[in-house]
């Protein structure tokens, strides 16, 4: 059964032009949500080798950066949640605190679901939806994680909007993220290593180049972390802590909502 849904899902995401998906927002999620499907089975590796093996360390930073500033929260969400990591670990951090994972992937859910057990933590609950509609009420949730997540979204202003209104004022938000970098000739060489590494392991794992070339397409069509700071500070939120690594490649935010959200 697993097979086939994969399977399923590569036909789907063959089936798109990928370029012109990317342009139009109206589209965008076609191409995300069973790209994802696919490669949920392997996506843990991928986030290892794309991540040139840093992966766990910058979400342990988000976390501690989360947690800092959030040590009394009692409802989290963890946006793009893929398999669970970022929500996982921010409700061993915080006893007090339940998480609701949601991600559009229906396949990266049944391995998040599979973990809980396996964690022996039972304040984490996964719910199939993506960040344009959040299963939450208005100002109601005290904490929220995206982990390689407003990259991905057809409408970037829109999901952090949509942030802005499940989260209580004083609320944090914190995001880690790939971002397009400011150097130009480090943009070009760090584009060339991801497109290229993406397209070969794509034909290796799937005979698909682009299933993960796209990362770099998504990169490339994203902003830089100084312009996503900015667009967090116009939609009701006011950046307490911005780290960049990989000279920009990368980017870790903590917000927190204001009262004028």
Same mark, same amino acid.
């Given at each position: 059964?697993?097979?086939?849904?994969?399977?399923?899902?590569?036909?789907?995401?063959?089936?798109? @032009? =990928?370029?012109?998906?990317?342009?139009?927002?109206?589209?965008?999620?076609?191409?995300?949500? &069973?790209?994802?499907?696919?490669?949920?089975?392997?996506? @843990?590796?991928?986030?290892?080798?794309?991540?040139?093996?840093?992966?766990?360390?910058?979400?342990?930073? =988000?976390?501690?950066?989360?947690?800092?500033?959030? &040590?009394?929260?009692?409802?989290?969400?963890?946006?793009?949640?893929?398999?669970?990591? +970022?929500?996982?670990?921010?409700?061993?951090? +915080?006893?007090?605190?339940?998480?609701?994972?949601?991600?559009?992937?229906?396949?990266?859910?049944?391995?998040?679901?599979?973990?809980?057990?396996?964690?022996?933590?039972? *304040?984490?609950?996964?719910?199939?939806?993506?960040?344009?509609? =959040? &299963?939450?009420?208005?100002?109601?949730?005290?904490?929220?994680?995206?982990?390689?997540?407003?990259?991905?979204?057809? @409408?970037?202003?829109?999901?952090?909007?949509?942030?802005?209104?499940? =989260?209580?004022?004083?609320?944090?938000?914190?995001?880690?993220?790939?971002? +397009? &970098?400011?150097?130009?000739?480090? *943009?070009?060489?760090?584009?060339?290593?991801?497109?290229?590494?993406?397209?070969?392991?794509?034909?290796?794992?799937?005979?698909?180049?682009?299933?993960?070339?796209?990362?770099?397409?998504?990169?490339?069509?994203?902003?830089?972390?100084?312009?996503?700071?900015?667009?967090?500070?116009?939609?009701?939120?006011?950046?307490?802590?911005?780290?960049?690594?990989?000279?920009?490649?990368?980017?870790?935010?903590?917000?927190? *909502?204001?009262?004028?959200?």
């Amino acid at each position: 059964m697993v097979i086939e849904q994969t399977n399923d899902a590569l036909a789907r995401f063959r089936a798109q @032009d =990928l370029d012109a998906a990317m342009a139009d927002a109206s589209r965008k999620q076609g191409v995300v949500t &069973p790209m994802f499907d696919v490669i949920a089975p392997r996506y @843990d590796a991928f986030t290892q080798l794309f991540s040139f093996g840093m992966d766990a360390s910058w979400k342990q930073n =988000l976390i501690d950066a989360v947690v800092l500033h959030a &040590p009394h929260a009692h409802r989290g969400l963890d946006v793009a949640c893929g398999t669970g990591d +970022l929500g996982f670990a921010l409700a061993a951090r +915080l006893p007090q605190l339940r998480v609701t994972g949601v991600d559009p992937s229906a396949e990266m859910l049944v391995i998040a679901n599979q973990r809980i057990a396996a964690r022996g933590i039972e *304040r984490v609950n996964f719910h199939l939806g993506d960040m344009a509609t =959040l &299963p939450a009420t208005d100002a109601s949730v005290d904490v929220i994680t995206a982990g390689y997540g407003f990259r991905n979204v057809p @409408d970037l202003e829109a999901a952090v909007r949509e942030c802005a209104r499940v =989260l209580r004022p004083g609320g944090t938000l914190g995001s880690l993220d790939f971002f +397009l &970098p400011q150097n130009t000739a480090w *943009r070009a060489l760090f584009l060339w290593y991801l497109r290229t590494s993406g397209n070969v392991v794509g034909w290796w794992w799937h005979r698909t180049p682009a299933i993960y070339g796209y990362i770099a397409r998504s990169i490339n069509a994203f902003v830089t972390a100084r312009d996503f700071t900015a667009l967090l500070q116009r939609n009701g939120f006011r950046v307490v802590e911005q780290r960049t690594m990989l000279l920009g490649g990368m980017g870790l935010h903590v917000a927190v *909502r204001t009262d004028s959200a």
